[in-house]
C-alpha cells in the first residue's frame, strides 16, 4: 500500500501566531491520521513549537513519525540565489496494540 501525499494534510507555517497552526494540525487530524508540519527559515523554531504543542497539550495520542530538514535554493526579485533551510515534521495518531 502506497502513501498518498497530498496538501489536505500539510500545514505550512509562517508567521501568525503559533496556536492558530495548532488548531489548524488539529483539525487535519479530523480527517486523517496523519499530518505533516512544513516550515522554512526562522519559522523552523515556531514549527517545533507547534509541534510540540500539538503532541502535549491536545492531541496526546500523536506522536513524531519522521522529522526531514533541508536546503532549499531560493531566486529573490534580484535574481540572486540563497540557501535556505527547511523542516517537515510528520506527526501521526498512536496506533492503538
Given at each position: 500500500m502506497t502513501e498518498e501525499r497530498t496538501?489536505?494534510?500539510?500545514?505550512?507555517?509562517?508567521s501568525k501566531p503559533p496556536m492558530s497552526?495548532?488548531?489548524a494540525v488539529i483539525s487535519r487530524f479530523s480527517d486523517s491520521d496523519?499530518?505533516?508540519?512544513?516550515?522554512?527559515?526562522?519559522?523552523?523554531?515556531?514549527?517545533v513549537d507547534i509541534a510540540e504543542i500539538t503532541?502535549?497539550?491536545?492531541?496526546?495520542?500523536?506522536?513524531?513519525?519522521?522529522?526531514?530538514?533541508?536546503?532549499?535554493?531560493?531566486t529573490n526579485e534580484e535574481g540572486r540565489t540563497s540557501n535556505v533551510s527547511?523542516?517537515?515534521?510528520y506527526l501521526v495518531k498512536k496506533k492503538d496494540k
Open positions: 496538501d489536505e494534510n500539510v500545514v505550512y507555517v509562517g497552526y495548532v488548531l496523519d499530518v505533516v508540519i512544513k516550515a522554512r527559515g526562522r519559522a523552523i523554531s515556531r514549527a503532541r502535549n497539550r491536545f492531541a496526546t495520542d500523536t506522536e513524531v513519525k519522521e522529522i526531514k530538514i533541508s536546503t532549499e535554493n531560493l527547511s523542516i517537515e515534521i
